[in-house]
């Protein structure tokens, strides 16, 4: 399931943005704040962009800002509404005055990006991000989206598979809770 190549990789980013900076449960323990913001957010930008350049403390700081905004989408689709997830997708891409442009680097063809006004690198991103998650969000792809359903866990996902049905943020999350099945019905897995 691709929805082009760009906007795959600004979802993947605004998905580890929320998972690297955004505190709550993982795994099935708390997460806090990381100790680390500018790690955090150097790991969430390279979770669609893998050479990207390490971010400063004050990026980091403007980006963890943003995850917690993007997260609040992502919990709007979880509990099936849609139209809070686009208002909140709505409110950014106005704040951040998302524009297209085409460009072309790093030996890629021609493709579109969607950059703010241009005040920050944070304010670009949440352009960007809202952009691909209003791709996503004005789609019949917008359950693609979610996060993740085992116990203890609030991680949140993109389902790229062909039949839509991912529920956990990865294969940990989905091996617990088969665990957890099996051990209920008195079996080892």
């Not at 399931?1 to 998905?15: C, E, G």
């Not at 913001?37 to 669609?48: D, I, V």
């Not at 943003?66 to 704040?95: G, K, Q």
């Not at 030996?107 to 952009?131: I, M, N, V």
């Amino acid at each position: 399931m691709d929805f082009n190549s760009h906007a795959d990789a600004i979802v993947r980013v605004a998905v580890g943005l929320v998972n690297e900076l955004t505190p709550g449960e993982r795994r099935g323990r708390d997460l806090p704040p990381p100790h680390d913001p500018a790690a955090a957010a150097t790991e969430g930008l390279r979770a669609g962009y893998p050479g990207h350049r390490e971010v400063t403390e004050e990026e980091a700081r403007e980006l963890a800002g943003v995850a917690a905004r993007l997260r609040a989408v992502f919990d709007a689709v979880a509990a099936e509404d849609v139209d809070e997830a686009a208002l909140r997708v709505n409110a950014l891409l106005e704040e951040t005055r998302a524009r297209p442009l085409l460009q072309r680097h790093d030996g890629e063809p021609w493709h579109l990006h969607f950059h703010g006004t241009g005040g920050t690198a944070a304010e670009d991103w949440a352009a960007s991000c809202a952009t691909g998650l209003a791709i996503v969000l004005g789609s019949e792809f917008h359950d693609r989206l979610g996060v993740c359903t085992a116990p203890h866990c609030d991680r949140v996902y993109v389902d790229v598979s062909r039949n839509g049905t991912r529920r956990f943020c990865g294969t940990a999350c989905q091996n617990r809770v088969k665990t957890a099945a099996f051990r209920a019905r008195g079996r080892t897995p």
